[in-house]
């Protein structure tokens, strides 16, 4: 296996913080940002929380000389925040917006006007594919009392899958972002144990950084250090993974991170520090043999196992999901039918006068309409929250189908492969042996 060629490609990833009127230093903060990514020898710029266009806008004119290809991922109510700079042209896009994105009635929280989604581009780095992904999941809010576990779980599963079944003809693949997922959450093991995409900060040799690969750190004065309880020093959400192919070997040659406070500046670029990776590309010649061996490999044949046990976990946490959505749904339910009765009570309190005629009405009529108006604000809202919370369930009945069918699936392999190896069929004993 003899190396041919080899590219090296520089990856940054930051999550902006980039709401107006809400993040403090805005636009000083983007000024920033386009002078850094200006200096700095990024070949691929990946950026979240860009919720307003004009601050795209802003940076694409700014990185016009050093980064001329760029696009801007639209979603939701505010778009997806979601934007990617490169040197190298830009040949396709897609966007995937994930089926659950948290509440609407939640709007402090706001990730389901963001529409989060997971935005794709396809490069030509050197005469290789490369399909590079950026995304933004669901905040976790509280670690001890998740509401939006099964969303984010629900998440991880939708990116594995659409990062699977977009990269098989790719020669590198690239992730960065903010997944707000601890490096061991179920959601992170779910979505590496299926693509087999490394860690960058696990991967490299050579680190200069936060402590640890953190990412949203006590030192930031960004940072309210009570959201970070119980993790004193901070946590670990953004990444950069990455894997290659067949034809391509890829490893991390070095990874750094922002430390807080820039240097001669009053703040940091953002309450999430930024994270460079430099990824070495190595392209090789195949034999056959290796060549038809690697084609049917499936890297989550590595460790069945655990992949089964892994699976199993995450379908655990969707069906909490579904019996905590059924139960809001009921809730709506129960509560749009009071305030129906109350509505066909008050019209037949309305009616005595009609029926009865010369009887004046007991109550007075403006205290008739303010229950009326209650009575069709009850109803409204009860029916538009029963449509959301049936639509969650439908979103998360298909995640839980899909978990059944895989953890079936990596069950057939792991009693023998016979999914993998259909032509293997088991010799029989000798005869006049008797067998065991």
Not at 75 to 80: H, L, M, N, Q, Y
Not at 263 to 281: G, K, N, V
Request: glycine residues 8%; proline residues 4%; hydrophobic residues 40%.
């Amino acid at each position: 296996m003899a190396n041919t060629d080899a590219v090296s490609v520089r990856v940054f990833s930051l999550n902006c913080w980039g709401i107006h009127y809400l993040s403090k230093h805005c636009c000083q903060r983007y000024a920033m940002i386009g002078d850094m990514l200006c200096k700095e020898e990024h070949d691929i710029v990946l950026l979240q929380e860009v919720w307003s266009e004009k601050d795209y806008i802003f940076l694409k004119k700014k990185l016009a000389c050093s980064h001329p290809h760029s696009h801007y991922f639209k979603s939701g109510v505010i778009g997806s925040g979601l934007a990617i700079f490169s040197k190298h042209r830009i040949h396709d896009t897609f966007l995937y917006r994930y089926s659950l994105n948290g509440y609407p009635y939640m709007a402090h929280h706001g990730d389901w006007f963001g529409g989060k989604a997971v935005g794709m581009a396809i490069l030509n780095i050197g005469g290789l594919i490369a399909n590079v992904y950026v995304t933004h999941l669901h905040a976790e809010y509280s670690r001890e009392n998740d509401s939006y576990l099964p969303h984010r779980v629900v998440q991880a599963w939708e990116l594995q899958h659409f990062v699977r079944h977009t990269s098989g003809g790719a020669d590198i693949v690239i992730l960065g972002g903010d997944l707000n997922m601890h490096p061991q959450d179920l959601g992170n093991r779910l979505l590496r144990s299926y693509t087999g995409l490394r860690d960058s900060y696990l991967e490299t040799a050579k680190f200069d950084g936060c402590e640890n690969g953190l990412t949203l750190i006590a030192e930031n004065p960004f940072i309210n250090k009570k959201e970070l309880v119980p993790f004193e020093k901070g946590i670990r959400i953004d990444y950069i993974l990455f894997k290659g192919s067949s034809k391509v070997d890829v490893s991390c040659v070095s990874m750094s991170t922002t430390k807080g406070f820039v240097p001669d500046q009053p703040f940091p670029y953002s309450d999430h520090e930024a994270l460079t990776a430099e990824l070495r590309m190595e392209s090789h010649a195949l034999t056959e043999t290796v060549r038809d061996m690697q084609s049917k490999q499936d890297p989550a044949t590595g460790n069945v196992a655990e992949l089964v046990d892994i699976v199993t976990e995450a379908r655990t946490e969707v069906k909490v999901g579904l019996h905590c959505a059924e139960r809001m749904r009921y809730t709506a339910t129960r509560i749009g039918v009071m305030g129906l009765a109350l509505l066909c009570l008050e019209l037949a309190i309305a009616a005595v006068p009609w029926l009865a005629m010369g009887t004046e009405q007991p109550f007075p009529r403006t205290s008739f309409y303010l229950l009326a108006a209650l009575c069709f604000a009850i109803l409204a809202t009860t029916f538009l929250l029963y449509i959301f919370y049936t639509m969650e369930l439908k979103s998360l009945q298909g995640a839980e189908d899909q978990m059944r069918l895989a953890v079936g699936s990596l069950q057939e392999k792991l009693r023998g492969f016979p999914l993998a190896q259909p032509n293997n069929v088991q010799q029989r004993p000798p005869e006049g042996e008797a067998e065991q």
